[in-house]
């Protein structure tokens, strides 16, 4: 069945990303996402919470929506949807954020 990511709210340290597309360069040749040998990118959609220490204490996460972070290869759970490839992870599984181009050139 095909899940509404815009109604899962992620539990815990759990993130909900999508994967990013296949890339088309400007020659017209499609690099296909699988080709990526040991990273990805993805783009956070939604947080949980944060998990819950030893002490009982909630840890919020580093991470936040919108953020464009590099995950191992094959991270978390897929999530069935028909246009985009969606993914839940924790956020241990996030190597870490891509920092926006400040466009400078430099």
Do not use: F
Not at 48 to 76: F, N, S
């Amino acid at each position: 069945a095909v899940i509404d990511v815009d109604k899962l709210r992620p539990a815990g340290d759990h993130l909900l990303v999508r994967l990013k597309q296949d890339e088309v360069r400007d020659s017209g040749l499609i690099v296909p996402r699988t080709n990526y040998r040991y990273t990805q990118e993805v783009t956070v959609l939604a947080v949980g919470p944060g998990r819950v220490t030893r002490k009982g204490v909630r840890a919020p996460l580093e991470v936040r929506v919108g953020d464009r972070c590099l995950v191992r290869r094959y991270p978390g759970e897929e999530i069935p949807h028909t246009e985009c490839e969606y993914v839940v992870l924790r956020e241990k599984d996030i190597l870490g954020v891509l920092e926006a181009d400040d466009g400078d050139g430099g």
